[in-house]
């Protein structure tokens, strides 16, 4: 997991907020991770994360999650609501071997 902000698996999983109950992103945590995996590149994240949107727009909590993202502002991170927020972060590759 990455830094300190509030992912969508967090809300979703703690139950932090009761709007969120029947979320479709439920299990799914992965997908939504604005964060690229070690082995992901630009192409790869860009098609899971529009995966991710998809999943969101026949969602139930829909509306009641882009709230809960409005109210956390800037402390959001990964795709919620249909929409890829906070800044992601490139894994540090450098220590990685080789090349
Ligand atoms: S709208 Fe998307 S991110 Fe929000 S709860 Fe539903 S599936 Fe999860």
């Known amino acids: 997991m ?3 902000w509030p992912k969508i698996r967090d809300a979703v999983v703690g139950l932090v907020d009761e709007r ?3 979320a479709a992103c439920v299990g799914r945590a992965p997908l939504f991770d604005t964060d690229p995996a070690v082995d992901e590149d630009d192409d790869a994240t860009a098609y899971r994360l529009n995966a991710a949107a ?3 727009r026949s969602c ?3 509306s009641a999650c882009d ?3 409005d109210e956390q502002g800037r402390g959001v991170l ?3 609501a249909g929409r890829a927020r906070g800044t992601p972060r490139r894994p540090d590759r450098s220590a990685e071997v080789g090349g």
């Open 60 to 62: 139930p909590v829909l």
């Open 2 to 4: 990455s830094g300190q």
């Open 78 to 80: 990964g795709v919620w």
């Open 20 to 22: 969120l109950e029947g």
């Open 67 to 69: 709230a809960v993202a």
């Open 54 to 56: 998809r999943i969101c």
